[in-house]
Protein backbone atom coordinates (compact mmCIF):
# COMPACT_ATOMS: atom_id res chain seq x y z
CA UNK A 1 0.00 0.00 0.00
CA UNK A 2 1.48 3.46 -1.09
CA UNK A 3 1.22 6.33 1.34
CA UNK A 4 2.09 9.76 2.09
CA UNK A 5 3.95 11.45 4.63
CA UNK A 6 4.44 15.29 4.72
CA UNK A 7 6.82 17.23 6.18
CA UNK A 8 7.68 20.81 6.66
CA UNK A 9 10.80 22.12 4.68
CA UNK A 10 13.09 25.10 6.13
CA UNK A 11 15.25 25.69 3.29
CA UNK A 12 18.19 28.54 3.13
CA UNK A 13 17.47 31.27 1.13
CA UNK A 14 20.25 30.13 -1.65
CA UNK A 15 18.13 26.80 -1.45
CA UNK A 16 14.92 28.73 -1.74
CA UNK A 17 16.48 29.84 -4.97
CA UNK A 18 17.80 27.18 -6.10
CA UNK A 19 14.18 25.32 -5.68
CA UNK A 20 12.65 28.30 -7.22
CA UNK A 21 14.56 27.30 -10.49
CA UNK A 22 13.75 23.95 -10.23
CA UNK A 23 9.77 25.12 -9.91
CA UNK A 24 10.28 26.62 -12.81
CA UNK A 25 11.94 24.71 -15.11
CA UNK A 26 9.33 21.90 -14.61
CA UNK A 27 6.49 24.20 -15.05
CA UNK A 28 8.36 25.34 -18.39
CA UNK A 29 8.66 21.82 -19.42
CA UNK A 30 5.00 21.47 -18.44
CA UNK A 31 3.76 24.37 -20.50
CA UNK A 32 5.65 23.20 -23.43
CA UNK A 33 3.98 19.77 -23.48
CA UNK A 34 0.69 21.41 -23.03
CA UNK A 35 1.23 23.62 -25.51
CA UNK A 36 2.44 20.93 -28.21
CA UNK A 37 -0.38 18.84 -27.35
CA UNK A 38 -3.20 21.64 -27.81
CA UNK A 39 -1.01 22.69 -31.42
CA UNK A 40 -1.26 18.76 -32.16
CA UNK A 41 -5.33 18.33 -31.32
CA UNK A 42 -5.83 21.37 -33.05
CA UNK A 43 -4.03 20.19 -36.06
CA UNK A 44 -5.57 16.74 -36.02
CA UNK A 45 -2.52 15.18 -35.27
CA UNK A 46 -2.25 12.29 -32.87
CA UNK A 47 -1.23 12.96 -29.42
CA UNK A 48 2.71 13.17 -29.31
CA UNK A 49 4.03 10.21 -26.77
CA UNK A 50 5.87 10.65 -23.57
CA UNK A 51 9.55 9.55 -25.11
CA UNK A 52 9.26 12.04 -28.07
CA UNK A 53 8.07 15.04 -25.74
CA UNK A 54 10.93 13.63 -23.16
CA UNK A 55 13.55 14.35 -26.03
CA UNK A 56 12.40 17.45 -28.16
CA UNK A 57 11.14 19.44 -24.85
CA UNK A 58 14.46 18.11 -22.84
CA UNK A 59 17.14 16.64 -24.07
CA UNK A 60 17.24 18.75 -27.29
CA UNK A 61 15.86 22.00 -25.93
CA UNK A 62 18.34 22.26 -23.43
CA UNK A 63 20.55 22.81 -26.57
CA UNK A 64 19.30 25.62 -27.49
CA UNK A 65 19.54 29.04 -25.99
CA UNK A 66 15.99 29.63 -24.86
CA UNK A 67 15.80 26.53 -22.70
CA UNK A 68 19.68 26.04 -22.04
CA UNK A 69 18.63 26.55 -18.16
CA UNK A 70 16.07 23.54 -17.94
CA UNK A 71 19.99 22.12 -17.10
CA UNK A 72 19.06 23.93 -13.47
CA UNK A 73 16.78 21.31 -12.68
CA UNK A 74 17.17 17.65 -12.65
CA UNK A 75 16.36 15.80 -15.39
CA UNK A 76 13.95 13.23 -13.25
CA UNK A 77 11.78 16.26 -12.31
CA UNK A 78 11.54 17.45 -15.80
CA UNK A 79 10.23 14.05 -17.28
CA UNK A 80 7.81 13.71 -13.69
CA UNK A 81 6.32 16.74 -15.09
CA UNK A 82 5.28 15.34 -18.44
CA UNK A 83 3.99 12.41 -16.44
CA UNK A 84 1.97 14.69 -14.32
CA UNK A 85 0.33 16.68 -17.34
CA UNK A 86 -0.41 13.05 -18.82
CA UNK A 87 -2.43 12.03 -15.55
CA UNK A 88 -3.98 15.46 -15.65
CA UNK A 89 -5.26 14.70 -19.37
CA UNK A 90 -6.46 11.05 -18.02
CA UNK A 91 -7.95 12.93 -15.63
CA UNK A 92 -9.72 14.48 -17.25
CA UNK A 93 -11.04 12.25 -20.24
CA UNK A 94 -12.28 9.82 -17.52
CA UNK A 95 -14.28 13.08 -16.66
CA UNK A 96 -15.44 13.50 -19.99
CA UNK A 97 -16.31 9.77 -20.20
CA UNK A 98 -18.25 9.11 -17.28
CA UNK A 99 -19.97 12.88 -17.33
CA UNK A 100 -18.84 13.79 -13.72
CA UNK A 101 -17.41 17.45 -12.96
CA UNK A 102 -14.07 16.48 -11.11
CA UNK A 103 -11.22 17.27 -13.29
CA UNK A 104 -11.37 20.18 -15.56
CA UNK A 105 -9.18 20.29 -18.82
CA UNK A 106 -5.07 20.76 -17.78
CA UNK A 107 -4.23 24.84 -18.24
CA UNK A 108 -1.00 26.54 -18.04
CA UNK A 109 0.77 27.35 -14.87
CA UNK A 110 2.23 30.03 -14.00
CA UNK A 111 4.94 31.36 -11.63
CA UNK A 112 1.94 33.40 -9.82
CA UNK A 113 0.55 30.03 -9.09
CA UNK A 114 0.14 30.47 -5.19
CA UNK A 115 1.25 26.51 -4.72
CA UNK A 116 4.37 25.07 -6.85
CA UNK A 117 5.42 21.46 -7.17
CA UNK A 118 8.38 19.19 -8.00
CA UNK A 119 8.88 16.00 -7.86
CA UNK A 120 11.81 13.75 -7.45
CA UNK A 121 11.07 10.20 -8.18
CA UNK A 122 13.84 7.76 -8.09
CA UNK A 123 15.78 7.35 -4.94
CA UNK A 124 19.18 8.50 -6.63
CA UNK A 125 17.34 11.92 -7.38
CA UNK A 126 16.61 12.30 -3.84
CA UNK A 127 18.44 10.72 -0.58
CA UNK A 128 17.38 11.30 2.95
CA UNK A 129 20.42 11.53 5.18
CA UNK A 130 21.97 9.87 8.27
CA UNK A 131 22.22 13.51 9.33
CA UNK A 132 18.02 13.91 9.08
CA UNK A 133 18.14 16.52 6.18
CA UNK A 134 17.08 15.84 2.51
CA UNK A 135 19.63 16.27 0.03
CA UNK A 136 17.96 17.30 -3.19
CA UNK A 137 20.22 17.69 -6.46
CA UNK A 138 20.50 21.27 -7.38
CA UNK A 139 19.14 22.16 -4.35
CA UNK A 140 21.77 20.44 -1.34
CA UNK A 141 21.09 19.15 2.45
CA UNK A 142 17.77 20.79 3.10
CA UNK A 143 16.54 21.01 6.98
CA UNK A 144 13.17 18.81 7.60
CA UNK A 145 10.99 18.66 10.93
CA UNK A 146 10.04 14.98 11.39
CA UNK A 147 6.89 15.91 12.93
CA UNK A 148 6.64 11.92 12.37
CA UNK A 149 8.00 8.94 11.76
CA UNK A 150 8.60 7.70 8.36
CA UNK A 151 8.03 3.67 8.72
CA UNK A 152 10.48 3.12 5.17
CA UNK A 153 12.23 3.98 2.82
CA UNK A 154 10.11 6.88 0.43
CA UNK A 155 9.77 6.13 -3.45
CA UNK A 156 9.36 9.68 -4.26
CA UNK A 157 9.12 12.77 -2.98
CA UNK A 158 7.07 15.86 -4.31
CA UNK A 159 8.63 19.16 -2.92
CA UNK A 160 5.71 21.69 -2.50
CA UNK A 161 5.94 25.16 -1.91
CA UNK A 162 2.47 27.08 -0.70
CA UNK A 163 0.45 30.29 -1.14
CA UNK A 164 2.34 30.99 2.30
CA UNK A 165 5.02 30.73 1.20
CA UNK A 166 5.63 27.50 3.59
CA UNK A 167 7.70 24.30 2.02
CA UNK A 168 6.62 20.99 2.37
CA UNK A 169 8.42 17.39 1.58
CA UNK A 170 5.58 14.94 0.66
CA UNK A 171 7.31 11.42 0.24
CA UNK A 172 5.52 8.57 -0.63
CA UNK A 173 5.82 4.99 1.34
CA UNK A 174 5.23 1.50 1.19
CA UNK A 175 3.42 0.59 4.55
CA UNK A 176 3.80 -2.89 6.89
CA UNK A 177 0.76 -4.79 4.75
CA UNK A 178 0.11 -6.69 7.68
CA UNK A 179 -1.89 -3.72 9.59
CA UNK A 180 -3.88 -2.88 6.45
CA UNK A 181 -7.13 -2.88 6.79
CA UNK A 182 -9.57 -4.73 4.25
CA UNK A 183 -11.22 -2.47 2.07
CA UNK A 184 -14.22 -0.49 2.12
CA UNK A 185 -16.15 1.43 -0.26
CA UNK A 186 -16.94 4.26 2.09
CA UNK A 187 -14.72 7.95 2.11
CA UNK A 188 -16.07 10.47 4.81
CA UNK A 189 -15.60 14.28 4.64
CA UNK A 190 -15.39 15.78 8.64
CA UNK A 191 -16.47 19.46 8.89
CA UNK A 192 -14.92 20.45 12.66
CA UNK A 193 -17.66 22.98 13.62
CA UNK A 194 -18.56 25.05 16.33
CA UNK A 195 -21.87 23.55 17.32
CA UNK A 196 -20.45 20.24 17.05
CA UNK A 197 -17.19 18.88 17.38
CA UNK A 198 -16.43 17.37 14.21
CA UNK A 199 -20.26 16.41 11.51
CA UNK A 200 -19.32 13.38 9.29
CA UNK A 201 -20.41 13.50 4.89
CA UNK A 202 -22.95 10.73 5.99
CA UNK A 203 -25.10 13.25 8.26
CA UNK A 204 -23.45 11.83 11.74
CA UNK A 205 -22.70 14.73 14.25
CA UNK A 206 -20.51 14.35 17.06
CA UNK A 207 -20.77 16.41 20.18
CA UNK A 208 -18.06 17.01 22.67
CA UNK A 209 -18.87 14.12 25.26
CA UNK A 210 -20.76 15.75 28.28
CA UNK A 211 -18.16 14.36 30.94
CA UNK A 212 -15.28 16.70 28.93
CA UNK A 213 -18.11 19.43 29.19
CA UNK A 214 -18.56 19.48 33.15
CA UNK A 215 -14.64 18.78 33.61
CA UNK A 216 -14.46 22.33 31.56
CA UNK A 217 -16.59 23.96 33.53
CA UNK A 218 -14.93 22.42 36.60
CA UNK A 219 -11.46 24.04 35.62
CA UNK A 220 -13.10 27.36 35.13
CA UNK A 221 -14.45 27.47 38.65
CA UNK A 222 -11.15 26.22 40.11
CA UNK A 223 -9.00 29.32 38.35
CA UNK A 224 -11.55 31.29 39.32
CA UNK A 225 -11.07 30.06 43.40
CA UNK A 226 -6.80 29.83 42.46
CA UNK A 227 -6.87 33.91 41.39
CA UNK A 228 -8.37 34.85 45.13
CA UNK A 229 -6.57 33.09 46.43
CA UNK A 230 -3.64 35.29 48.38
CA UNK A 231 -0.35 35.23 46.43
CA UNK A 232 2.60 33.03 48.43
CA UNK A 233 -0.13 31.20 50.35
CA UNK A 234 -0.25 27.65 50.97
CA UNK A 235 -3.90 27.64 49.97
CA UNK A 236 -2.95 29.30 46.45
CA UNK A 237 -0.57 26.37 45.95
CA UNK A 238 -3.11 23.92 47.11
CA UNK A 239 -5.66 25.45 44.51
CA UNK A 240 -2.96 25.68 42.05
CA UNK A 241 -2.33 21.74 42.37
CA UNK A 242 -6.09 20.90 41.67
CA UNK A 243 -5.91 23.43 38.63
CA UNK A 244 -3.22 21.37 37.20
CA UNK A 245 -4.72 18.04 38.35
CA UNK A 246 -7.98 18.91 36.70
CA UNK A 247 -6.16 19.70 33.59
CA UNK A 248 -4.65 16.62 33.52
CA UNK A 249 -7.81 14.58 34.10
CA UNK A 250 -9.85 16.83 31.26
CA UNK A 251 -6.76 16.34 28.74
CA UNK A 252 -6.59 12.41 29.39
CA UNK A 253 -10.36 12.11 28.77
CA UNK A 254 -10.28 14.07 25.93
CA UNK A 255 -7.25 12.09 24.36
CA UNK A 256 -9.45 9.06 25.06
CA UNK A 257 -12.50 10.52 23.03
CA UNK A 258 -10.30 11.24 19.97
CA UNK A 259 -8.78 8.17 20.11
CA UNK A 260 -11.98 6.32 20.02
CA UNK A 261 -13.73 8.40 17.33
CA UNK A 262 -10.80 8.29 14.77
CA UNK A 263 -10.34 4.86 15.22
CA UNK A 264 -14.06 4.19 14.52
CA UNK A 265 -13.91 6.86 11.38
CA UNK A 266 -10.61 5.21 9.94
CA UNK A 267 -12.19 1.82 10.10
CA UNK A 268 -15.00 2.69 8.25
CA UNK A 269 -14.16 4.91 5.43
CA UNK A 270 -11.47 4.06 3.00
CA UNK A 271 -10.47 8.03 2.95
CA UNK A 272 -10.95 10.39 5.21
CA UNK A 273 -10.89 14.45 4.34
CA UNK A 274 -10.57 17.14 6.53
CA UNK A 275 -10.24 20.88 6.35
CA UNK A 276 -6.85 22.70 6.51
CA UNK A 277 -7.17 23.70 10.48
CA UNK A 278 -4.95 26.93 9.62
CA UNK A 279 -7.38 27.62 6.84
CA UNK A 280 -9.99 27.49 8.78
CA UNK A 281 -8.84 29.58 11.68
CA UNK A 282 -8.29 32.68 8.94
CA UNK A 283 -12.31 32.28 8.59
CA UNK A 284 -13.15 31.79 11.79
CA UNK A 285 -14.56 34.61 14.41
CA UNK A 286 -13.85 35.29 18.10
CA UNK A 287 -16.22 32.39 18.80
CA UNK A 288 -13.70 29.85 18.31
CA UNK A 289 -11.86 28.55 21.49
CA UNK A 290 -8.47 27.57 21.90
CA UNK A 291 -8.82 24.80 23.45
CA UNK A 292 -11.51 23.17 21.05
CA UNK A 293 -8.45 24.28 18.42
CA UNK A 294 -5.83 22.19 20.47
CA UNK A 295 -8.31 19.57 20.48
CA UNK A 296 -9.15 19.41 16.79
CA UNK A 297 -5.35 19.69 15.73
CA UNK A 298 -4.79 16.45 17.92
CA UNK A 299 -7.66 14.61 16.76
CA UNK A 300 -6.53 15.37 12.96
CA UNK A 301 -3.08 14.13 13.76
CA UNK A 302 -4.37 11.19 14.87
CA UNK A 303 -6.60 10.44 11.98
CA UNK A 304 -3.61 10.83 9.54
CA UNK A 305 -1.58 8.33 11.45
CA UNK A 306 -4.05 5.84 11.93
CA UNK A 307 -4.70 6.27 8.03
CA UNK A 308 -1.17 5.72 7.28
CA UNK A 309 -0.65 2.69 9.73
CA UNK A 310 -4.12 0.98 8.21
CA UNK A 311 -3.82 1.70 4.78
CA UNK A 312 -6.63 4.15 4.79
CA UNK A 313 -6.16 7.51 2.63
CA UNK A 314 -5.95 10.38 4.25
CA UNK A 315 -6.52 14.50 2.96
CA UNK A 316 -6.32 17.70 3.82
CA UNK A 317 -8.04 19.82 2.09
CA UNK A 318 -5.78 23.08 0.93
CA UNK A 319 -7.92 25.63 -0.95
CA UNK A 320 -9.75 27.91 1.16
CA UNK A 321 -13.13 26.73 1.02
CA UNK A 322 -15.96 28.55 2.14
CA UNK A 323 -17.79 25.04 2.55
CA UNK A 324 -20.32 26.80 4.55
CA UNK A 325 -21.75 28.76 1.89
CA UNK A 326 -21.30 26.48 -1.06
CA UNK A 327 -23.68 23.63 -1.99
CA UNK A 328 -22.17 20.25 -2.24
CA UNK A 329 -24.73 19.61 -5.33
CA UNK A 330 -24.19 22.41 -7.74
CA UNK A 331 -21.20 23.94 -6.07
CA UNK A 332 -22.47 27.58 -6.68
CA UNK A 333 -21.11 29.68 -3.73
CA UNK A 334 -24.70 30.88 -1.92
CA UNK A 335 -23.28 33.54 0.19
CA UNK A 336 -22.54 33.96 3.93
CA UNK A 337 -25.12 32.25 6.37
CA UNK A 338 -24.86 33.60 9.74
CA UNK A 339 -24.05 31.54 12.25
CA UNK A 340 -27.92 30.99 13.56
CA UNK A 341 -28.82 29.68 9.99
CA UNK A 342 -28.87 25.50 10.73
CA UNK A 343 -30.47 24.58 7.20
CA UNK A 344 -30.83 26.54 3.94
CA UNK A 345 -32.07 26.48 0.53
CA UNK A 346 -29.35 26.41 -2.37
CA UNK A 347 -30.98 29.65 -4.85
CA UNK A 348 -29.24 27.77 -8.04
CA UNK A 349 -30.57 23.99 -7.60
CA UNK A 350 -33.04 24.58 -4.96
CA UNK A 351 -31.56 21.24 -2.62
CA UNK A 352 -32.20 21.72 0.84
CA UNK A 353 -28.95 21.62 3.33
CA UNK A 354 -28.47 21.04 7.01
CA UNK A 355 -25.70 23.56 7.80
CA UNK A 356 -23.06 21.37 8.76
CA UNK A 357 -23.62 18.08 7.10
CA UNK A 358 -23.30 19.94 3.96
CA UNK A 359 -20.07 21.43 5.04
CA UNK A 360 -18.84 18.03 5.20
CA UNK A 361 -19.93 16.89 1.93
CA UNK A 362 -18.15 20.14 0.01
CA UNK A 363 -15.30 19.00 2.36
CA UNK A 364 -15.30 15.35 0.79
CA UNK A 365 -16.19 16.38 -2.93
CA UNK A 366 -13.48 19.38 -2.57
CA UNK A 367 -11.03 16.52 -1.13
CA UNK A 368 -11.63 13.85 -4.08
CA UNK A 369 -10.93 16.51 -6.46
CA UNK A 370 -7.52 17.56 -4.96
CA UNK A 371 -6.33 14.13 -4.21
CA UNK A 372 -7.19 12.75 -7.48
CA UNK A 373 -5.81 15.96 -8.55
CA UNK A 374 -2.47 15.97 -6.79
CA UNK A 375 -0.18 15.35 -9.79
CA UNK A 376 -2.27 17.54 -12.06
CA UNK A 377 -2.84 20.98 -12.85
CA UNK A 378 -5.34 23.07 -10.59
CA UNK A 379 -8.62 21.69 -10.30
CA UNK A 380 -11.98 23.44 -8.86
CA UNK A 381 -15.23 22.41 -8.71
CA UNK A 382 -17.31 23.47 -11.65
CA UNK A 383 -18.63 26.62 -10.42
ZN1 LIG B 1 -27.09 23.88 -5.35
Redo the contacts with the bound molecule.
Sequence with gaps: MLLRYRYRLYPTLSQQQALARTFGCARTVYNDALRVRKDAYAAGMPCPRIGDLSKSLITEAKRTPAREWLADAPVGVLQQALRDLDKAYRNFFATLANGGSNFGKPRFKSKRDGRQTARYTRSDYFRVLPSGKLRLPKVGEVKVRWSRHLPSAPSSVTVIKDAAGRYFASFVVQTDPSEVLPEVAHEAGIDLGLTHFAVLSDGRKVSSPKFLRRAERKIRKAQQALSRKEKGSSNRTKARTRVARLRALAANARKDHHHKLSTQIIRENQAVYVENLSVKGLARTRLSKSIQDAGWSMFVAMLEYKAARYGRAFHRVDRWLPSSQT??????I?GPKPLNVRTWT??????EHDRDVNAARVILAAGRAERQNACGGAVRPAA
Design positions: CHVCFVDCGACGT
